[in-house]
């Protein structure tokens, strides 16, 4: 190639990237600016057009072909008894919808949302909270959820960090009051900060500890001044690497005193809220201590907890655990302790957190079958603690992964109806346990079943005949609800 088709080859390819550039522009964090040909005369936010081309979203029923429309999750429409919404709670995950880059450990991020700038800026977080109302308005969504130091950047110091976020928190609640939405829970981060590489309640680092009791201090002060329902512990690095530098019994310890903490400043500010433990297996740690539900419920009940929290199941962590969603669910509430849901899934054929939206109308039947016969969720809800694909990238794709979300949940809530007014399932169960209706059954029931009376009842019976557990039977009622 000659030197002037060399140079005229480069000029061209400078136009071409500056185009490119160009065209995918994105508004500045400065509030007042204006941004792209189309801008409005005035400050943008205050048009509230975030979303330009995005309607609020309503409800369609199930023929609709709308894509940004509800086919089976109407708001208003009431079953058993309470509203669809009542039933639902649902909630927006700020820090994945808000703060989901796209980028994972082999590769940088894919989503470059037009209203960020790049920076970590308070101005760039109060304009990306007006985007995250605007959001939810137009999703028809009255509720969200936030880690503190996804909503406000972390300062040089601790004082001026919570600076930091007491000024996020007024911008925050100016827009919770204008538009009625409100928090279901707040939570600190105690997994990121390279200070919490060992832990934060559990660290063998002491200033560590005190570092985090600081912060959940703050987080549970912001969380009851924006009138939070719940508040959240999700100890992703409360657990070990190797057990050979670690004193697992001093760290649960630490861990309990930690929460004990917690109850006793929750009440010592007057917050109502409920105060809920996440469980997760592993991930970042090899070994998390609150493994699955049961283990939660054991370490809450050793140490005298038992009153003062409840569970956040988290749909993904359940399977990552080794069980499903439902057991988790049924665990959690057939101990009392079913307190909200961060609704989400796997896949499994992967052996991580993927945090998917769940979208498997089967797998939401059973999640809502829980939920029916817990009597609901409140003051808890669902969280859709779920975040896009890293290859979906368009704006949309944040309104159709939560109306997917939303419907599938509400299309559970209707198979459950189904269900219920069926009732083939119910009796099927019923007659499986209904040698236990009998009175001796009812004495074993009723704790009084000893070993010499049931001798003598063999004796009396003989060999027991064991009936079929129907199991296919079961399925097939199932699925037909489907």
């Known amino acids: 190639m000659k030197c002037a088709e060399f140079l005229l080859l480069l000029v061209a390819s400078s136009v071409c990237l500056s185009v490119a550039i160009a065209a995918q522009q994105t508004c500045p964090a400065d509030l007042d600016s204006r941004c792209g040909d189309d801008a409005p005369s005035g400050p943008r936010d205050s048009e509230g057009e975030f979303f330009p081309g995005i309607p609020k979203i309503k409800y369609e029923g199930p023929t609709s072909k709308n894509t940004l429309a509800y086919k089976w999750y109407n708001a208003e429409e009431v079953i058993l008894g309470k509203k669809m919404k009542d039933w639902m709670r649902f909630s927006v995950a700020f820090w994945h919808t808000f703060r989901g880059t796209g980028g994972d450990v082999f590769g940088a991020p894919t989503k470059f949302w037009p209203w960020e700038d790049?920076?970590?800026s308070l101005a760039m977080a109060k304009r990306r909270m007006r985007a995250h109302f605007e959001f939810m308005e137009k999703l028809g969504?009255?509720?969200?959820?936030f880690h503190d130091r996804d909503i406000a950047p972390d300062g040089k110091t601790l004082i001026e960090t919570n600076k930091n976020l007491d000024e996020i928190v007024e911008v925050a609640k100016k827009l919770q009051d204008e538009t009625n939405i409100k928090l279901l829970w707040g939570t600190a981060q105690l997994f990121m900060h390279p200070r919490y590489m060992h832990g934060a309640a559990t660290s063998s680092e002491v200033k560590v500890y005190a570092y985090a009791a600081a912060q959940v201090k703050k987080a549970l002060e912001v969380t009851h001044y924006l009138g939070g329902e719940n508040y959240v512990f999700w100890g992703g690095r409360e657990g070990y690497q190797t057990l050979l530098n670690t004193d697992m019994k001093r760290e649960l310890d630490h861990l309990a005193n930690f929460l004990q903490a917690a109850v006793d400043y929750k009440k010592k500010i007057g917050f109502n809220g409920t105060l809920l433990i996440e469980p997760k297996p592993q991930e970042?740690?090899?070994?998390?201590?609150d493994w699955d539900v049961a283990t939660t419920f054991s370490?809450?009940?050793?140490y005298g907890l038992t009153g003062?929290?409840?569970?956040?199941?988290?749909?993904?962590h359940a399977t990552l655990s080794g069980h499903s969603c439902h057991h988790e669910l049924e665990t959690a509430r057939?101990?009392?302790l079913l307190g909200n849901i961060d609704a989400n899934t796997g896949d499994p054929q992967i052996g991580w957190d993927t945090d998917q939206f769940l979208t498997d109308i089967s797998e939401a039947t059973l999640v809502m079958s829980s939920v029916v016969k817990n009597g609901g969720l409140a003051p808890g809800g669902f969280n859709f603690d779920a975040k896009l694909?890293?290859?979906s990238t368009d704006v949309e794709d944040l309104f159709l992964a939560h109306i997917s979300g939303m419907d599938t949940l509400a299309r559970g809530l209707r198979n459950v109806v189904k269900l219920m007014e069926d009732g083939s399932l119910d009796e099927l169960v019923r007659k499986r346990y209904q040698s236990f209706d009998s009175e001796i059954g009812a004495t074993i029931e009723a704790g009084k079943g000893d070993f010499e009376t049931l001798e003598k009842k063999v004796l009396e019976?003989?060999?027991?005949?064991?009936?079929s557990g129907k199991q296919e039977l079961a399925e097939m009622l199932f699925q037909s609800a489907l």
Request: charged share 30%; with cysteine.
């Open 141 to 145: 969504v009255d509720r969200w959820c």
């Open 461 to 467: 019976w003989g060999e027991p005949t064991v009936p």
């Open 284 to 289: 970042p740690t090899k070994h998390q201590y």
């Open 308 to 316: 003062e929290f409840k569970i956040n199941v988290e749909c993904n």
């Open 118 to 120: 790049g920076s970590n």
């Open 389 to 391: 694909r890293r290859e």
């Open 299 to 302: 370490f809450l009940q050793k």
């Open 334 to 336: 057939i101990n009392g």
